[in-house]
T-cell receptor, first 116, second 111 residues
């Protein structure tokens, strides 16, 4: 089975621009989560989607948004980029199980975003 | 709120044991452990649920103290391949909350 894929792998933007990152989960996985990773803060939770519905949202400003499509692929968007948004953005997918808290997450390689 | 991991970093010789701790100020439903090697994605190690269920790799052991809202990851007879950054993630709110990770513990195994 193919793993989680993320595109693009690297991105350079300037302050004020917006960016869209894409994530394709493992086939059959319906849950997708997004994380921001920085050296100082580690892995910080952004959103969690299941069957096109946002189930949870982390403590990030409204500039960060996301969505999930009917094929489980997900995108996240960051508008009005700031220097502090420079980070590795990781996507993870999970299989459907009950309870959902028992799901292991499979991470993609990430998108490295640099904001100049 | 992020769980707190300790120690922040540890250096061991191959064959030595290590314990990594994770504590939270919130009532926990589950604790999740992942390892990330430099330049790679985090990889699942173990899940521990409130009530005692757990799922993970056979060579990894961990504990979950529900009363103290703490978990510990035990690495015995460490190998060079154990090097990396270990993250604990927690879910509270009856398991409905998003997975919140600690800042990580850097583990270096020397030959």
């Amino acid at each position: 089975k193919a793993g989680v894929t993320q595109t693009p792998r690297y991105l350079i933007k300037t302050r004020g621009q917006q960016v869209t990152l894409s994530c394709s989960p493992i086939s059959g996985h319906r849950s997708v989560s997004w994380y921001q990773q920085t050296p100082g803060q580690g892995l910080q939770f952004l959103f969690e989607y299941f069957s096109e519905t946002q189930r949870n949202k982390g403590n990030f400003p409204g500039r960060f948004s996301g969505r999930q499509f009917s094929n489980s692929r997900s995108e996240m968007n960051v508008s009005t980029l700031e220097l502090g948004d420079s980070a590795l953005y990781l996507c993870a997918s999970s299989p459907q199980e009950v309870p959902s808290s028992y799901n292991e997450q499979f991470f993609g390689p990430g998108t490295r975003l640099t904001v100049l | 709120q992020q769980p707190v991991q300790s120690p922040q970093a540890v250096i061991l010789r191959e064959g030595e044991d290590a314990v990594i701790n994770c504590s939270s100020s919130k009532a926990l439903y589950s604790v999740h452990w992942y390892r990330q090697k430099h330049g790679e994605a985090p990889v699942f190690l173990m899940i521990l649920l409130k009530g005692g269920e757990q799922k993970g790799h056979e060579k990894i052991s961990a504990s979950f103290n529900e009363k103290k809202q703490q978990s510990s990851l035990y690495l015995t007879a460490s190998q060079l391949s154990y090097s990396g950054t270990y993250f604990c993630g927690v879910r509270s709110g009856g398991g409905a909350d998003g997975l919140t990770f600690g800042k990580g513990t850097h583990l270096i195994i020397q030959p």
